[in-house]
């Protein structure tokens, strides 16, 4: 009987793991994880650097141990360094179809996906930095810092009112047309609960 059930917990699939650039995509997961009670794993140890080299070594790490791996990045980088640019799209004919890797990249920066909660746009930015210049105007006190970014009323507030629901639909809408995008939502419609409905007798 106990093998039966350890062939069985061994066939369960593991959530997949969040592998993110930096500390915005590590608190952001780990408060929408709560809020949304998102079917994902956040484990510090795969953040914290966004070089294509760095997100490759913790993509392998995580398929050799977990199964699934979702990576989170930004990609204004490759728009100045020729060198990195190269290392992503050997990285995209890599993994692109592989379906135990969903590549959840934004242009800039996952400070648009937070934006396009606010404003309807898809414009140029080019940097993070203009992102987040943009996004001040709606939430004031945003910076890229373990004292704003652990608190998760700013996350709170992107859930409140319709407002994910909105920036996803305006995601999708834009896809990879015009100069901003984001597949942010590629995340949410894989690891989000569907509501279960209780059938009649």
Known sequence: MARKDRKQKEKRPSMPVVIGAGITEQWYFSHLKKLKELQIQIRPRFFGNEHIHALTKNVEHV???EGRAIVVF???VQAWDAGEKTRYEAFIKKYGKDERVIICDSLPSIEYWFLLHYLNTNRYFGTSKAVVKELLHYIPMFEKTERFLSTPK????????GKMELATTRALTYGYKGESYTNIPKLLQLCTPQPTTNKKD
Do not use: F, I, P
């Open 74 to 76: 930004d990609t204004d």
């Open 154 to 161: 700013w996350v709170e507030d992107l859930c409140a009112d």
């Open 63 to 65: 398929l050799a141990s």
